[in-house]
């Protein structure tokens, strides 16, 4: 008898990075917007801040992270890079 082998789905699932996190819900509105002007495929996630590490955040109780695939993330890092000041100030950037 053969023994079936495991499904794999390539070698490219699950291979999404960070890209940035923000405490200010408008300042990830206009990244989500930016990201979708630009086609570019991501996810967003509210984490919740424990106490202790609420100091590193400026006191906020949750976290928007966004992340995108591994090979589309230099083309966001760049297009988030053209981002206004204003908004680009409220967010750390992650490299890769």
Known sequence: MKKN????MGKNID??????RTTNARVSSQMMRTLVSHEIPFT???VRV????????NGAKEV???ST???????????????EVVY?????????
């Open 5 to 8: 082998k495991p499904k794999t």
């Open 69 to 83: 695939h591994y090979n589309q993330y230099q083309r966001a890092r760049r297009v988030l890079d053209h981002m």
């Open 15 to 20: 291979r999404d990075v960070e890209l940035c």
């Open 88 to 96: 680009r100030e409220r967010m750390i950037l992650h490299a890769v």
């Open 64 to 66: 928007c992270v966004i």
């Open 50 to 57: 424990p106490f202790y590490k609420r100091v590193a955040y």
């Open 44 to 46: 967003q996630n509210w």
